[in-house]
């Protein structure tokens, strides 16, 4: 099948939604514009119940099919989409570019919205499916968890969801097609943040001083060794100290610095490895130097792992959009995080890429999601439905 002909009739209204969510961009929780914006267009189309306020500000529109479920098929499945922007001051120059200073939708979420939206509006058309389809458009997926926040407040129980499906655009992917794979997909993330407390005096007799600046060069350069020589250099792993900051005057030895980064992994064994030799690293400068050193490392999201079943139900419904030739099924992972790996350790699914074609990078103020992909990732969405709701 390829795509849907009454998702290319509806692009323009698709577009007018992505461009009108794109110039009023809201950050993580704080998404109550176009959590109404999203709730309003469900309610229009006619979907059975929406839901508001799950996750503080996540939606969820239930569409009933009107065909009969045989025995021992689904009954309902989730679709999810992400609501939130990133505080980047945006640099494209379009018509419709972000009307607020210093915040931009920098990662498509925007596009995610909006083809979800579009899928929602065709499949409360036309309901060729048996069972229920569950759309959530969720929030703060940049670093706060939305997706958890939604588990925890009854999603895949109160909307009986039992698989789970997900979709990101990918800049430098051709428009058209897609790419996924079965296991580890993107990475797990970790948040490192370094506290050195030395002794502070005049730069000209450093011997009277323990300097904290030289002490993070030390365990910024000591960091780096663990991937190098402690990780199987056929695991993935990444270390980066992204934050230095010490001192304020040329001649003044800081008596303080702070570090701070990330580290990823793609397995369990990997990301505790990393922890731990992170935290043996600080305690051995720490000693080398005399300085108080404090470590915070905490574990945010889980690795994003797809299930291998659900995995080639959503590579097959992508081929019949674009065509086999169009779909990859065995990318390399991706060291990015992503919290749909909350519900995908809640249920079974997949998440899947989707062409952004030529653009600038995610998060770069110069991205745009591209409105030629929309009729690509609506089309997924409604054949995934009709695909894994059909009737008996």
Known sequence: MPIVNRVSDLQADIVAWRRNLHAHPELMYDVHRTAGFVAERLREFGCDEVAT???????????????????????????????????????????????????????????????????????????????????????????????????????????????????????????????????????????????????????????????????????????????????????????????????????????????????????????????????????GVALMSGAKITLDYARSYPVLVNHPAETTVAARVASEVVGPGNVSVDIPPVMGAEDFAYMLRARPGAFIFVGNGDSAGLHHPSYDFNDGAIIYGSSYWIRLVETQLAAG
């Open 53 to 283: 306020g799950l996750g503080r500000t996540g939606v969820v529109g239930v569409i009933k099919g009107n065909k009969t479920a045989g025995r021992g098929r689904l009954k309902s499945i989730g679709l999810r989409a992400d609501m939130d922007a990133l505080p980047i001051e945006e640099e494209t120059g379009a018509a419709y570019r972000s009307t607020v200073p210093g915040k931009m939708h920098a990662c498509g979420h925007d596009g995610h919205t909006a083809m979800l939206l579009g899928a929602a509006r065709y499949l409360a058309e036309t309901r060729n499916f048996a069972g229920d389809a569950v759309v959530i458009f969720q929030p703060a997926e940049e670093g706060g968890a939305g997706a958890a926040a939604m588990i925890e407040d009854g999603l895949m129980e109160r909307f009986g969801i039992e698989q789970v499906y997900g979709m990101h655009n990918s800049p430098g992917m051709p428009v058209g097609t897609f790419a996924t794979r079965p296991g580890p997909v993107m990475a797990a993330t970790d948040h490192i943040t370094i506290d050195i407390e030395g002794v502070g005096g005049h730069a000209a007799r450093p011997h009277k001083s323990i300097d904290s600046v030289l002490v993070g060069a030390q365990l910024v350069t000591a960091l780096q060794s663990i991937v190098a020589r402690s990780i199987d250099p056929l695991d993935a792993a990444v270390v980066s100290i992204c934050q230095f900051h010490a001192g304020n005057a040329n001649n003044v030895i800081p008596q303080t610095a702070r570090l701070a980064g990330t580290a990823r992994s793609l397995t369990a064994e990997v990301r505790d490895q990393l922890e731990r030799r992170v935290r043996e690293v600080v305690d």
